[in-house]
């Protein structure tokens, strides 16, 4: 009965889900849009199964979404894929999350969404803690879609944002010596913009829109710096589990916002 249920239920679903996106297309999208990809190892024990196989389904989820940001013209995006925090992770899960990254850079490099749509590839964050064959596999990727002009998406690795906030002083001081300035000299001019423009995503508009998945109200160290007038939505699903009628429904959310406050 539940089985029959559902199947008549899935024209409805699927009207509802074309007429949501025909409603958000209408409405002024992020310029730069923060997804944080939580849940997915809550999402492999709810299935009895191991924690690298809640990531394997992360990745299929990231590929989805980011199809979906495609088909709406969003131009930047910035997934938060590996924290700092996470060496702290049992070894042969961060191994396995090593794996992953060198597997799916190698895809990545070859993926007809990245080279039809000429998305260009940065990863963010320390890379500290990483192996060689992870570094390679990530500096390949980026000199193959150096050259693209059409989203840029931002893969934030080794990323904690009071880290990058302590990278950017450290360059900032740097600079300002090669420049032959003193602290009190550095002191004395130092401006917001100056710090802004040492981050790892200096010349890119800050997120505009941030989504954490999971139930999580936090931003967890996420874009610290640039998320300071960004809107915020938190969805109560799990990373994996995250729908496109999920996210039609967050943009939505930003969208009403924007008409509200007249952006």
């Known amino acids: 009965m539940l089985r029959h249920l559902l199947a008549l239920s899935r024209p409805l679903y699927w009207l509802y889900e074309k007429r949501l996106l025909k409603e958000v297309k209408g409405g002024p999208m992020p310029k730069h849009l923060g997804l944080i990809l ?10 009895g199964l191991s924690p690298a196989k809640g990531h394997e ?31 702290k992770r049992p070894p042969e899960e961060v191994e396995t999350l090593m794996g992953l990254f060198v597997r799916e850079a190698e895809r990545m490099a070859e993926d007809h969404r990245i080279l039809e749509h000429q998305v260009r590839v940065r990863f963010i964050g320390r890379r500290e803690g990483f192996s060689e064959e992870v570094l390679k596999a990530l500096a390949r990727l980026e000199e193959r879609t150096r050259p693209h002009r059409g ?16 990278d950017a002083v450290k360059r900032l001081l740097l600079e300002a010596e090669e420049r032959g300035l003193s602290p009190r000299d550095l002191a004395e001019g130092l401006t917001p913009e100056d710090i802004a423009r040492h981050l ?16 999580e ?34 943009l939505r ?11």
């Open 57 to 87: 389904f992360g990745v299929h989820k990231a590929y989805e979404v980011l199809e979906w940001c495609l088909e709406l013209g969003i131009r930047t995006v910035t997934v938060w894929v590996f924290s700092t925090d996470n060496f």
């Open 151 to 166: 989203m840029i998406l931002n893969v934030a690795m080794g990323y904690g944002g009071r880290e990058e906030i302590v």
């Open 38 to 47: 939580d849940g997915n190892r809550r999402y492999a024990r709810a299935l």
């Open 217 to 250: 109200i936090r931003l967890s160290g996420f874009l610290l710096w640039q998320s300071a007038y960004s809107e915020f939505y938190f969805a109560d699903v799990l990373w994996p589990e995250f729908r496109k009628i999920d996210f039609l429904r967050a």
């Open 253 to 263: 959310s930003y969208q009403a916002r924007e008409r509200r406050f007249g952006r």
């Open 200 to 215: 790892y995503t200096a010349g890119l508009p800050d997120p505009d829109f941030i989504i954490r998945t999971s139930g």
